[in-house]
């Protein structure tokens, strides 16, 4: 009623899109009341496409939050799940720090309560990577340790196999013989020339002189040198091992069981590290078997996530499916991006059905093809009823929109069996009709008893009479037949009057 624009479900609204009350929502897109903003539903929401009360931020579940992407209530940071986290990412309550599962932690990446370091599992750590309870230390297991690496626990079992002796004992003769040889030595020609020479003063003259070659043989000798030795001594002693095959070696580190690269606290963890809490597989994370990275929570697998069972990037609360970029999902068993809410796909339909053979979401019922319906075979949106055909159907077997009653064919009627639009009745066949069984448009009364249009009573035949049994056109009472027109009086003879004599 009263709406101004399109696709409006509600009274006095203006814009398009709207469902609720006018005057009461601003912006675009927003069911409920209260509404600032766009595409928001519920109560009081003044962000972006938030799903509840007093939301003040975008893509928000719950109550009073004005952060990003949250389910809960009052948390202030992003992809957080549950009540009042200032920080970022965190799966619990009143939690300042980021990437917490719990309550109360002030630093970032723990498992637990009141703690203010960071990648802790317990209680009231204010150190960083340790197990237990009241630890001032870092890297510790334990309750009330002050220093560094204490409480730690390694477990080593195997068995250890004993050296095995080895002696090398004897005497063995040794001779050492020895051949040796020469070559022939070559001695080539040589000539020795002429020179002068005095004696007593008498010159002296000599002729050159040549020295044929010749070759000299070399020897050749076998000996032993220094005799044979007959008695060399050897004398070695050894042995082989001791051995030791291990079958469990867990070096002592903070937690018990992990197996991250980085040190981790808490129990079994495993991958990159560091980590907190219990089975996580990752890097930065806490809570409960986890697999990927930043998040918070129990068995969610991706990234940067809070809450239980989610999959995909940026998405807290409950069951929901993401993709693997930043989705902004948060609330319980939504899929897609850019979703609140409960049960909501990227379209924004409702995924959840009550009964049998639904298609679509919201549905209460068996059979229904569509949303929102509460009945069984009804093919549309918002029906109430069994086997209606169209939208905002009251009643059984409607063809058509925004009828009540059953069996109408055609859109706004109140009745049944009218075919038609806009008719309230039984059996009427046309449009603007009141009554029962009339045929033709704007009729009132009942049909088969007027003829005609435009006519009230009964019996009526023509065009526009009122009563019983007209005949003509405009006629107004009891069996008139002609067709109405302006009066005339007529003067039968001269007027005649008389004077008082003055």
């Not at 009360?53 to 992003?78: D, E, K, P, Q």
């Not at 009241?134 to 390694?154: A, C, M, T, V």
């Not at 991706?302 to 995909?312: D, F, K, R, T």
């Not at 706004?412 to 008719?423: P, Y």
């Amino acid at each position: 009623m009263a709406n101004t624009g399109s696709n409006n479900f509600g009274i006095g609204l203006t814009g398009d899109g709207q469902v609720g009350f006018g005057g009461l929502n601003s912006g675009s897109g927003n069911i409920g009341l209260f509404n600032s903003g766009s595409g928001n539903i519920g109560l009081f929401n003044s962000g972006t496409g938030n799903f509840g009360v007093g939301n003040s931020g975008s893509y928000n579940t719950g109550i009073g939050n004005a952060g990003g992407t949250n389910t809960g209530l009052f948390n202030a940071g992003l992809i957080n799940t549950g009540i009042g986290n200032t920080g970022s990412y965190s799966s619990g309550g009143f939690n300042a720090g980021s990437t917490n599962t719990g309550g109360f932690n002030t630093g970032d990446y723990n498992t637990g309560y009141a703690n203010a370091g960071d990648y802790n599992t317990g209680v009231a750590n204010s150190g960083d990577v340790n197990t237990g309870a009241f630890i001032s230390g870092s890297y510790s297991n334990g309750l009330f340790w002050r220093g560094d690496h204490q409480g730690l626990i390694g477990i080593s079992y195997g068995i250890t196999i004993p050296a095995v002796p080895a002696h090398i004992d004897g005497r063995i003769p040794v001779a050492i013989p020895m051949t040796m040889s020469s070559s022939d030595t070559i001695f080539h020609a040589v000539t020795i020339p002429q020179f002068p020479a005095s004696f007593l003063g008498v010159a002296l003259h000599s002729q050159p002189v040549t020295i044929p070659a010749f070759t000299i043989t070399g020897p050749a000798a076998t000996a032993i040198l220094g005799g044979p030795i007959d008695a060399l001594v050897i004398h070695t002693a050894g042995g082989i091992g001791p051995a030791r095959l291990s079958f469990i070696d867990i070096p002592a580190a903070p937690g018990f069981g992990n197996s991250t690269s980085s040190p981790s606290s808490g129990f079994f963890n495993s991958g990159m590290g560091s980590v907190s809490g219990f089975g996580n597989f990752g890097v930065n994370s806490s809570g409960w078997v986890n697999f990927g990275s930043g998040s918070s929570g129990v068995q969610n697998v991706g990234a940067l996530q809070s809450g239980l069972a989610n999959l995909g990037d940026t998405v807290s609360g409950a069951f929901n499916t993401g993709l693997t970029v930043p989705a902004h999902v948060s609330g319980i068993g939504n899929v897609g991006s850019d979703l609140a809410g409960l049960f909501r796909d990227d379209t924004g339909a409702l995924r959840f059905n009550v009964g049998l053979g639904n298609v679509g979401g919201g549905n209460v019922g068996s059979g229904n093809v569509g949303s929102f319906n509460v009945g069984s075979g009804n093919i549309g949106n918002y029906n109430v009823g069994p086997g209606n055909l169209g939208n905002y159907n009251i009643g059984l077997a409607n063809l058509g929109h925004y009828s009540v009653g059953f069996g109408n064919a055609g859109d706004f009627n109140v009745g049944f069996a009218n075919t038609g639009s806009n008719n309230f009745g039984l059996a009427n066949t046309g449009s603007n009709n009141f009554g029962i069984g009339l045929t033709g448009d704007g009729q009132v009364g009942f049909g088969g008893l007027n003829s005609g249009s435009g006519n009230i009573g009964l019996f009526n035949s023509g065009s526009g009479n009122i009563g019983l049994f007209n005949s003509g056109t405009g006629n107004f009472g009891v069996g008139n037949s002609a067709v109405t027109t302006p009066a005339s009086v007529t003067l039968a003879g001269p007027i005649r009057g008389c004077s008082t004599p003055g």
